[in-house]
């Protein structure tokens, strides 16, 4: 009953009948179900979760689309979403991934992702002076605020960092030094003004891929407008991309001094969610991180 009915969804969504003759369980990360379905010749991608999670993926699916329209960097395209039953869906493109990422495929991730943080939307859009977004989304499971504002340090203080440790002592969380660092933020970031960019916001090697024909792709996004520097810095916190990326995305849009010092603070917003998702060891990992940021 539940793939007919997505099936109907599909159908009305492209214009063209869909009709499920195979569906078998895929990766989907370790928040959704994953599953590919075909009709023999055409293929989809679902993300199945809880019914009450359906924002997360109507948010998911904005968030894709916003980037593909830029065209800079490859996205996979949301088709429909939606409930049935007790469960949430979302239908994407299916992408053939696993192609080779040879250090062309690489070098070409890193422009696009920069010509990505070039883009400038319209003039009368907020994410063109302003940071945040249109809706709040998710970064994994959590809640991500997106309230636009006009100023960096006070979003990030307040929307990523501040909203993170909120969490984390409802959960039980111990960060002694957590009002020190809040206030010090305007000071670590007082010599950096950043424009605004469309970034991804969730960006590690889990969510970039090549495909079979060679061409990079990036998924599951928490897309919203801040500071690019916050990809970059995600990039290096589970091991690294190659050198070639972080060569090709310099060479189309440098960084700005002082990246080193600012990306631990932007890579402690996802260590505190880790805390916030999964408990355990990013607690001390956490804390570790705040002592070397405010040393």
């Known amino acids: 009953m539940m793939w007919d009915q997505i099936a109907e969804d599909i159908s009305k969504a492209t214009g063209e009948r869909f009709q499920i003759s195979d569906h078998r369980s895929v990766g989907g990360g370790c928040i959704n179900q994953g599953y590919q379905i075909s009709n023999g010749f055409q293929y989809y991608f679902i993300k199945l979760n809880q019914a009450s999670e359906v924002a997360m993926f109507e948010a998911e699916a904005l968030g894709v689309q916003q980037i593909g329209k830029t065209q800079t960097i490859r996205v996979p395209q949301p088709i429909c979403w939606g409930t049935v039953g007790n469960s949430a869906y979302l239908v994407l493109e299916w992408l053939n991934l696993g192609g080779k990422t040879n250090a062309s495929a690489w070098e070409e991730m890193g422009q696009k992702l920069a010509l990505l943080h070039q ?20 970064i994994g499971s959590t809640p991500q605020i997106n309230t636009w504002e006009k100023n960096w340090v006070e979003f990030w203080q307040k929307h990523r960092i501040g909203y993170q440790f909120k969490l984390a002592k409802r959960r039980g969380g111990y960060f002694e ?21 469309l970034v991804h916001g969730d960006l590690w090697g889990g969510n970039a891929a090549v495909t079979a024909e060679g061409e990079p792709v990036i998924f599951d996004p928490a897309t919203y407008f801040g500071d690019r520097e916050v990809d970059l810095a995600m990039t290096e916190l589970f091991g690294g991309f190659p050198a070639i990326f972080y060569q090709a995305y310099h060479q189309v849009f440098p960084l700005n001094p002082g990246y080193e010092h600012r990306k631990k603070l932007y890579n402690l917003y996802h260590i505190l969610n880790h805390f916030n998702l999964f408990g355990g060891g990013y607690a001390a990992q956490a804390n570790q991180m705040i002592r070397d940021i405010l040393r």
């Open 177 to 197: 030094q957590a009002e020190k660092l809040l206030e010090t933020i305007p000071q670590l970031l007082s010599d950096h003004d950043p424009k605004p960019s």
């Open 119 to 138: 883009w400038t939307p319209p003039q009368n859009y907020p994410g063109s002076q302003n940071f945040g977004w249109d809706i709040n989304n998710t």
